[in-house]
T-cell receptor, first 114, second 115 residues
Framework: AQSVTQPDIHITVSEGASLELRCNYS??????LFWYVQSPGQGLQLLLK??????LVQGIKGFEAEFKRSQSSFNLRKPSVHWSDAAEYFC????????????FGKGTTLSVSS | GAVVSQHPSRVICKSGTSVKIECRSL??????MFWYRQFPKQSLMLMAT?????????EQGVEKDKFLINHASLTLSTLTVTSAHPEDSSFYIC???????????FGSGTRLTVV
């Protein structure tokens, strides 16, 4: 079955500390992988995506993610977290086939402490 | 970049009435549009997929007669919640794809409250 697992429901990090949000996927075809961020009551903003090529992907707001096929993982990282990064983060997987909907993980809530 | 406009952002309606939510792609042709529903503190659940000019494909458990989806043009899709009930209160988000680049752009969402 196709699925996305985000093992951590809620993470709290100190401002300035590093961050890693985990994402594992199960997909029958070559996956497209995405990370989105959502602020309360808002839509989703794309942080980064992986289609092919370099497995380390750079995104907006200083985020990066690394695709590891052997581990079926696509973990999101940021070296130094800012208070404004507090939000909900969703990992998603989609197919290369056009017109296929994304499958989302349950999300990880990030809190940033001062 | 690709922009998707979703309106209204917030709507309150009485039980038994219908509500229409619009999703527009502003600077690209959205061959496929997706409608999601999000409950508080939960993930996005796909409701249906619509392709321009054809009937929407609904996910299992989603009532197609209650959630009417129209995708009449390459830039507009609408979701109509018919005979709304309090249990339909939720956050609805659309997503548009141009298929060519596999870019999925999301609207800002609609908070529906049925009283």
């Amino acid at each position: 079955a196709q699925s996305v697992t985000q093992p951590d429901i809620h993470i709290t990090v100190s401002e300035g500390a590093s961050l890693e949000l985990r994402c594992n996927y199960s997909y029958g075809a070559t996956p497209y992988l995405f990370w989105y961020v959502q602020s309360p009551g808002q839509g989703l903003q794309l942080l980064l995506k992986y289609f092919s090529g370099d497995t380390l992907v750079q995104g907006i707001k200083g985020f990066e993610a690394e695709f590891k096929r052997s581990q079926s993982s696509f973990n999101l990282r940021k070296p130094s977290v800012h208070w404004s990064d507090a939000a909900e983060y969703f990992c998603a997987v989609g197919a290369i086939q056009a017109g296929t909907a994304l499958i989302f993980g349950k999300g990880t809530t990030l809190s940033v402490s001062s | 970049g690709a922009v998707v406009s979703q309106h209204p952002s917030r709507v309150i309606c009485k039980s038994g009435t219908s509500v229409k939510i619009e999703c527009r792609s502003l600077d690209f042709q959205a061959t496929t549009m997706f409608w999601y529903r999000q409950f508080p503190k939960q993930s996005l659940m796909l409701m249906a997929t619509s392709n321009e000019g054809s009937k929407a494909t609904y996910e299992q458990g989603v009532e197609k007669d209650k959630f009417l989806i129209n995708h009449a043009s390459l830039t507009l899709s609408t979701l109509t919640v018919t005979s709304a009930h309090p249990e339909d209160s939720s956050f609805y988000i659309c997503s548009a794809s141009d298929d060519r680049d596999s870019i999925y752009t999301f609207g800002s969402g609609t908070r529906l409250t049925v009283v």
